[in-house]
């Protein structure tokens, strides 16, 4: 049994000496050895500073994560300064902590992965830096994980899901469709050509000043909107889905921000409502945009379904379609797209929410998926740099526009 015996504070800046301490801390007692592999995942690509333990089979031995979701929204965004500074200041605690409650001493990890791309540059820094003098003084292979290809993949951490399945990434910073054919082997079908739509929703919730309303003070603007949309009509605003003309995969839903925030002027004018009163039409417009999205998300994914099917890049039965990321959380886009399933004969499957978000146990699982297969496993970490900026496997997206597939039209009685 292994035991931490010390509790280590929280360093602004973990030294080489502060990793020299806080390795020395661990106490190894013998006992049952570990049988299979063990992969420390490490993840700080973003607002969150999130590790775990997590072993070949499956099992999470042990997790940690540290938000800074609250500390963001009193900004109104992320300031990656400050999103550095926290992720400095809480990495070792996080790491420790995910060590600590898995009681797997560090010199038993077969290897540690940690996201080194894409992500805010600086965040990103903090993770990789960590990292490489863990990997260092620990003597242990170092496996470099691509955020997307870790949420991707989490689905075969929770079930038995074989390759190829198709997979679609929505949350506040992500928007895409891609195959997934291997455990390194992608093709992005399609992404968005501007923001994603938890973005939009937030910002759409922002603009409703939705942090006021009773119901909603603590939720994140996209499931504000879910919440108030139940008690909304969809109908009593004619938004249209984007796109509509462009047949391929991709996704915009910038256009459906500027139309919301075109709305709620007007309705502001209509009502004599001041900016940052609550709208009595909030509820309608809720629904209308969350509708739109549902439609235009669930379209995409239809014609992304279709594509691989004709290309014989899916099986032509019992394909699964994954949905990931914050998002993908939503109830009503989760039914739209259980519309598109059904008369694809796909089966939609949703990683639980917590392994939607960004989490320390999709990056250990991608290691050891990588560690399994073989792949992208270093013993040498020299000349490895972070990519705030790195696409998603081949990009086929053109080609699929080229394919211009009609894609039927479907109720959507959500
Ligand atoms: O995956 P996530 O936690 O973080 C990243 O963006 O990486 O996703 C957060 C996003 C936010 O934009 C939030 O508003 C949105 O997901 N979100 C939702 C729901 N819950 C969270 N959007 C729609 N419906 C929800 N229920
Ligand atoms: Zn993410």
Redesign the pocket.
Known sequence: MLILNKTVRVFSKPSKRKIYEFLGSFTFHPGKPFLHKLVLGIETS???TAAAVVDETGNVLGEAIHSQ?EVHLKTGGIIPPVAQRLHRENIQQIVQEALCASRVSPSELSAIATTIKPGLALSLGVGLSYSLQLVDQLKKPFIPIHHMEA?ALTIRLTNNVEFPFLVLL?????CLLALVQGVSDFLLLGKSLDI???????KV?RRLCLRKHPECST?????????LAKQGNKLHFDLKPPMQHARNCDFSFSGLQNVADKIIKQKEKEEGTETGQILSSAADIAAAV?HT?ACHIARRTHRAVLFCQQRGLLPQTNAVLVA??????????RKALEIVTSVTQCTLLCPP?RL???NGVMIAWNGIERLRAGLGVLHNTEGIRYEPKCPLGVDISKEVGEAAIKVPRLKMKI
């Open positions: 973003c607002d969150d979701t949420h929505i949350s506040g910073g992500h994603a739509p938890g973005d939009m929703f937030d919730a939720m994140s603007g996209g499931k504000a909107i879910e919440h969350q999205t990931s990321g914050g998002v993908a959380s939503n109830l009503y886009i929410p939607c978000t960004d």
